[in-house]
């Protein structure tokens, strides 16, 4: 029986605009995430979707001139479509046009009613459309929303949630939680709001229709934020609180989301949810946003990255490797085609896929066509004089500290720095000099090699996963012993046939302009 279980969620994407970078990146950090906790053994529920409610999707529906219901279904589909190309292993996708979410939203609806939390009242205030969210006045700068977007003023009947009488207990929670969001000077600036003052939030809109009904007053639509954060229980089954994902899975583990909306993730959620008597979150993860060369990307600078094309032209673990390499988690990344060309040939092409195919090309020239056979008694002396593999027995404590302060680009980098470590053994030991001289001698050589390239490979699969298992194939590796687990000695390869060695990774030879 399995008791370890991790649930990681991506926001659900608005569908007013097909995927970019940046909604590519979230969906691609929670599928590393969820790689990594499978291959540490949990039983993992990752789930993504898309958020298809609202005034910003309404208006895009109506400039494609369509019904609002079939714009979403096409919409959706292309979000769904790019899960599947990024290789995402999300086991559910959740749209908030769903007749389950649909039931989950209004059941908890009907919870914060029936607890006192909501209220009808009168809305007047500014509204950003394209930020979904209401500003007050002194968060307004030079009459815009702090994030840039234009703001409307508005004045409607609206429900309210009694926010402000949440203050005290969202900080004091806090205080109890003192990781609830990382990184910490994110958390710092959510507990600086809170501090500021809350006041009620309007959940309801009556100037349009597109969301969904209000319980008993069909006048009124749902706040699309209200309506888009159920969707991370609707996946689990609610209202049915016994239902067995909601047992299993809820509180989430992780909540990743960007720098953008870490405000309704960390203060508006955990209220709802304290107000409807559920459980809070456990973390809440905010990364930074990618820039292009710089810059901002925008539909209207016309500088918008289409992910799919980036996978089509230069591959997917390329890609992927690429964003997860280049972020410093947290903060801003900046996106150039001259660093993602010359990262990935360095790094993938250069260092880990020459010394898979110099190795292996060796190996079956000059040891039969199969690896190398080392005794037991062998092999723990292997294992205590040899610094390569003393390093790689300590590379997984290493890693899984990185991983769990969401230092990605750390963790890659001690992983190629021991790849490089592996190339300077190489080098050192030169098995092609001592095939003239010791054929015994490179053969324990090119052992260690290949047995410090299993590392190395079961390492990288959160990361890159179709290269990772494409080099575990060519050093036999079995499927059932690709998992962390198997990061030592009693695993350690067998000798066997090899086939002719294929090329992982081609070289870029694209200078993009
Ligand atoms: N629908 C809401 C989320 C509701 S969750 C209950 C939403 N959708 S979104 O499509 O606008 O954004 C989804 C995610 O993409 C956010 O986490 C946002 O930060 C991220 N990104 C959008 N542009 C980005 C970059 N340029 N770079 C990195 N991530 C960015 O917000």
Same mark, same amino acid.
């Given at each position: 029986?399995?008791?370890?279980?991790?649930?990681?969620?991506?926001?659900?994407?608005?569908?007013?605009?097909?995927?970019?970078?940046?909604?590519?990146?979230?969906?691609?950090?929670?599928?590393?995430?969820?790689?990594?906790?499978?291959?540490?053994?949990?039983?993992?529920?990752?789930?993504?979707?898309?958020?298809?409610?609202?005034?910003?999707?309404?208006?895009?529906?109506?400039?494609?001139?369509?019904?609002?219901?079939?714009?979403?279904?096409?919409?959706?589909?292309?979000?769904?479509?790019?899960?599947?190309?990024?290789? &995402?292993?999300?086991? #559910?996708?959740?749209?908030?046009?769903?007749?389950?979410?649909?039931?989950?939203?209004?059941?908890?609806?009907?919870?914060?009613?029936?607890?006192?939390?909501?209220?009808?009242?009168?809305?007047?205030?500014?509204?950003?459309?394209?930020?979904?969210?209401?500003?007050?006045?002194?968060?307004?700068?030079?009459?815009?929303?702090?994030?840039?977007?234009?703001?409307?003023?508005?004045?409607?009947?609206?429900?309210? =949630?009694?926010?402000?009488?949440?203050?005290?207990?969202?900080?004091?929670?806090?205080?109890?939680?003192?990781?609830?969001?990382?990184?910490?000077?994110?958390?710092?600036?959510?507990?600086?709001?809170?501090?500021?003052?809350?006041?009620?939030?309007?959940?309801?809109?009556?100037?349009?229709?597109?969301?969904?009904?209000?319980?008993?007053? #069909?006048?009124?639509?749902?706040?699309?934020?209200?309506?888009?954060?159920?969707?991370?229980?609707?996946?689990?089954?609610?209202?049915?609180?016994?239902?067995?994902? =909601?047992?299993?899975? /809820?509180?989430?583990?992780?909540?990743?989301?960007?720098?953008?909306?870490?405000?309704?993730?960390?203060?508006?959620?955990?209220?709802?949810?304290?107000?409807?008597?559920?459980?809070?979150?456990?973390?809440?993860?905010?990364?930074? /946003?990618?820039?292009?060369?710089?810059?901002?990307?925008?539909?209207?600078?016309?500088?918008?990255?289409?992910?799919?094309?980036?996978?089509?032209?230069?591959?997917?673990?390329?890609?992927?490797?690429?964003?997860?390499?280049?972020?410093?988690?947290?903060?801003?990344?900046?996106?150039?085609?001259?660093?993602?060309?010359?990262?990935?040939?360095? #790094?993938? &092409?250069?260092?880990?896929?020459?010394?898979?195919?110099?190795?292996?090309?060796?190996?079956?020239?000059?040891?039969?066509?199969?690896?190398?056979?080392?005794?037991? #008694?062998?092999?723990?002396?292997?294992?205590?004089?040899?610094?390569?593999?003393?390093?790689?027995?300590?590379?997984?404590?290493?890693?899984?500290?990185? =991983?769990?302060?969401?230092?990605?680009?750390?963790?890659?980098?001690?992983?190629?720095?021991?790849?490089?470590?592996?190339?300077?053994?190489?080098?050192?030991?030169?098995?092609?000099?001592?095939?003239?001289?010791?054929?015994?001698?490179?053969?324990?050589?090119?052992?260690?090699?290949?047995?410090?390239?299993?590392?190395?490979?079961?390492?990288?699969?959160?990361?890159?996963?179709?290269?990772?298992?494409?080099?575990?194939?060519?050093?036999?590796?079995?499927?059932?012993?690709?998992?962390?687990?198997?990061?030592?000695?009693?695993?350690?390869?067998?000798?066997?046939?090899?086939?002719?060695?294929?090329?992982?990774?081609?070289?870029?030879?694209?200078?993009?302009?």
């Amino acid at each position: 029986m399995n008791n370890r279980t991790f649930y990681i969620t991506t926001p659900i994407y608005y569908v007013n605009a097909a995927p970019h970078i940046g909604t590519a990146y979230t969906t691609l950090v929670c599928d590393v995430i969820a790689r990594f906790k499978s291959l540490e053994g949990y039983e993992v529920k990752f789930l993504t979707g898309t958020d298809e409610h609202g005034q910003k999707v309404e208006k895009a529906a109506n400039d494609a001139d369509l019904t609002p219901h079939e714009f979403v279904d096409k919409m959706s589909e292309k979000f769904r479509f790019l899960a599947r190309k990024i290789n &995402a292993t999300n086991n #559910d996708f959740i749209r908030t046009t769903e007749p389950r979410h649909y039931a989950s939203a209004k059941a908890f609806w009907n919870k914060l009613k029936e607890n006192g939390h909501i209220y009808l009242g009168e809305y007047a205030g500014w509204y950003s459309v394209r930020d979904e969210s209401f500003y007050s006045e002194t968060e307004l700068v030079n009459g815009k929303a702090p994030t840039g977007a234009d703001v409307q003023w508005i004045s409607e009947s609206s429900y309210f =949630f009694d926010l402000s009488k949440w203050q005290d207990k969202l900080l004091e929670f806090y205080k109890n939680n003192p990781s609830f969001v990382m990184p910490k000077w994110r958390f710092n600036e959510v507990i600086k709001f809170v501090e500021s003052g809350l006041h009620d939030l309007s959940v309801s809109r009556t100037t349009f229709k597109w969301g969904i009904p209000i319980p008993g007053d #069909d006048d009124h639509v749902m706040y699309v934020w209200l309506d888009a954060l159920t969707n991370y229980i609707s996946a689990l089954g609610y209202p049915n609180v016994n239902a067995e994902d =909601f047992k299993k899975f /809820w509180p989430v583990d992780v909540h990743m989301v960007g720098k953008d909306i870490t405000k309704f993730h960390a203060i508006y959620w955990p209220a709802f949810l304290m107000a409807a008597d559920l459980p809070v979150p456990k973390q809440i993860v905010s990364h930074g /946003w990618w820039l292009n060369g710089g810059e901002k990307i925008s539909k209207s600078l016309g500088n918008v990255i289409d992910p799919l094309e980036l996978i089509e032209r230069y591959g997917l673990d390329q890609f992927r490797y690429y964003f997860m390499r280049e972020m410093s988690f947290g903060n801003d990344g900046n996106f150039t085609y001259e660093s993602f060309i010359s990262r990935t040939n360095s #790094d993938l &092409a250069n260092k880990l896929g020459n010394l898979v195919q110099r190795t292996l090309s060796m190996i079956y020239k000059n040891c039969n066509q199969a690896i190398p056979q080392i005794r037991g #008694d062998q092999l723990s002396e292997l294992y205590k004089s040899t610094p390569l593999l003393i390093a790689a027995a300590e590379l997984f404590e290493k890693i899984k500290a990185e =991983f769990d302060l969401y230092e990605f680009h750390k963790a890659l980098e001690f992983i190629f720095h021991f790849v490089d470590d592996i190339n300077a053994y190489i080098d050192t030991n030169a098995p092609w000099e001592l095939r003239k001289s010791n054929q015994e001698m490179m053969e324990k050589v090119l052992y260690v090699v290949l047995e410090a390239v299993r590392y190395a490979a079961i390492l990288l699969l959160p990361f890159i996963p179709d290269s990772a298992n494409n080099i575990l194939e060519q050093i036999k590796v079995p499927m059932d012993q690709r998992t962390f687990e198997c990061l030592n000695m009693k695993f350690a390869l067998k000798s066997q046939a090899i086939q002719a060695p294929v090329a992982v990774f081609p070289r870029i030879e694209d200078d993009h302009s």
